[in-house]
């Protein structure tokens, strides 16, 4: 499978985040020039306004951005966002009074605040999940990028004699035509949102281009089911047996699960295994800190140690999976081309109309009844398999399982590799372990007809789809664990003071007195600061740049709570610096080296996690509502930072608001340790599965 399409595509999503880069860099170098032009300098309310008018209009925006995307659709947002960017940009360079500034701020904050809460969301629910953490980072990558440029463009306007403000903040009009040329022409509209609202033909189309295969028939089945959790979900374990060691005599027991591989006579079988899952068991062991870590922290995290134990991502029980929906192994699967099956007449007139969710789902290539059942790789190691359910008043129904490997002693009876050799397998006894999750497919039958139900019966879609979104939904257990850790970590983020010092960077560094180290080479202090905000930047790329080989290697939780030491000691060096009495020099040395760690350790872990962590976490049909929440949360605690922090430079001083911001820091490591699970490599599906079970887990306990 190619990732090339979703890489380009991220690439170009992520240009709405480095206009919000440059939107930071130039307005903290073009304030100081505001302030003499319209006399500022006895008014730092105006001042504060003038910065934090943008993060008014993102708010404002941000309040039913999500809705609004969930109704209209990811792609059409991003063009207004760039849209915006363009005419703010204009505005401001024309700006003949505060006043007007003031406006084309507001302007300019309506298309920050659609960047930085769509983007994120958009690259997720594009990204293979594999490399989804790594697609995240690149909007902090191109966010620092437009800070660089932007700090340079600041940097040789500030040495001319009448430096021009209107030039640095109207600037932003030509990279907006870029980034409004791209959304139009070249990024698709999200596989997951065309599937909530039946666009089934359309969503093949783009994971096709964006997968860059033909068969995608898997993901779109993993797609539909993730347009409702599936109600109660249970945690089984099966023990996988390659198929033909099996006897002719043998009577398969209702449970079973026939899995098939992709090459002529290569299939499985998964056998029910009595007991508790060693999924459930690994994640009730630990330390005493463990137990008091969150349930559903040890249960994510449980999953990971077992990919650890494996050594691998992938998936060592089922390489090349055949396709649900491919009943005949020799016959390339189409069930997902609507027209392909209405010329063959599987599909009444009413059954092809794009707008549905009825496109046949199951071959009607049908085997035995008891062998109907078959799995797809998902991303993460992690496998799709249906079931025909018997139980009770679901019988008829489907029952989906996420399948994946586990590493018990018992599991190493036999080589996983003897499994997947075509022909006779010579061992004896070989079989592997795979845990479960156990519940209600949304693939519902009804006019189900003949020997096999399941092929015959017509495919409805699930009641969220015809309902859409609901402020009610929010009150499910699932999502109302995923929006305290989502809102919590936002909060923290903000308050750990990251904004509030890129706006003021060349102030407060000013302040610190780094115009001494340049002033011999003839640079006044405001072109100093200016410059080393720039190096600061340009420093921060590498450090990103690590992120993006970790993220998904590691870990988010990993990352956060290996980084945020680091961040914290920076704090207090800072602290500690303005503290004690030194030599100016001294001070000024290690000001500069306190800020430049404190933003290199930002952008490694607590600058792209978070927004990462919130568009994971979130089932597909209130992801675009949790998603503003949390993007709310953001805005209304960068407003108050950003605002806030003029005050604290003259009452309490650098020491006093970064031993703020330290505080901050330390509570986080805290949350994150006990509250924020691991999601690395897990398909958004599974994940929002995992939430709701353990949400339902600790409700009953």
Known sequence: MSTKGAVYVAIAASMGNMLQGWDNATIAGAVLYIKKEFHLETQPTIEGLIVSMSLIGATVITTFSGSVSDAVGRRPMLIISSLFYFMSGLVMF??????????????????????????????????????????????????????????????FMSLQSSASWRMMLGVLSLPSI?????????LPESPRWLVSKGKMDEAKHVLQS??????????MALLVEGLEVGGETSVEEYEINADNELSEDHVREKDEIKLYGAEEGQSW?????????????????????????DP????????????????????????????????????????????????????????TDDNNLKSPLISPNARQPGETTSAMGIGGGWQLAYRKSEDGKNAGGLKRIYLHQETS????????????VPGPVTGDGDVVRASALVSRSVLCLDGAMGQNPIQSGAIKPPPSSKTGTSWSDLAEPGIKEALIVGVGIQILQQFSGINGVLYYTPQILEQAGVGILLANMGIGSESASFLISGVTTLLMLPSIGVAMKLIDLAGRRMLLLATLPVLLASLIVLVLSNTIPMDSVVHAVISTVSVVVYFCT??????????????????????????AICALTFWVGDIIVTYTLPVLLTTIGLAGAFGIYAVVCTISWFFVYFKVPETKGMPLEVITEFFAMGAANKKAN
């Open 602 to 627: 930002f952008v490694m872990g607590f600058g792209p996690i978070p927004n990462t962590l919130c568009s994971e976490i979130f089932p597909t049909r209130v992801r675009g509502l949790c998603i």
């Open 269 to 293: 079988v998964a056998k029910p295994v009595r007991g508790q899952s060693s999924l459930v068991l690994a994640s009730r062991q630990g330390s005493v800190a463990a137990h008091m870590m």
């Open 296 to 351: 559903m922290v040890t249960l994510f995290g449980s999953v990971h140690e077992k990919q650890n134990e494996m050594g691998s991502m992938r998936s060592m029980i089922f390489p090349t999976f055949g396709s649900m929906f491919q009943g005949d192994q020799q016959q390339k699967p189409d069930n997902w081309d609507v027209e392909s099956n209405h010329e063959k007449g599987n599909l009444s007139e009413d059954e």
């Open 178 to 186: 870029a980034y409004f040329i791209l959304a139009v022409f070249y």
């Open 94 to 155: 024309w700006s003949p009074s505060v006043y007007v500034l003031l406006v084309a701020r507001l302007l300019d904050g309506f298309g920050i605040g659609l960047a930085v809460t769509l983007v994120p969301l958009y690259i997720s629910e594009t990204a293979p999940s594999d490399i989804r953490g790594l697609l995240n980072t690149f909007p902090q990558f191109t966010g620092c990028v437009g800070m660089f440029l932007a700090y340079t463009m600041v940097f």
């Open 210 to 219: 964006l997968r860059g295969k033909e068969d995608v028939s898997g993901e």
């Open 409 to 420: 002693a018992e599991s190493r009876r036999g080589s996983v590799a003897s499994l997947l």
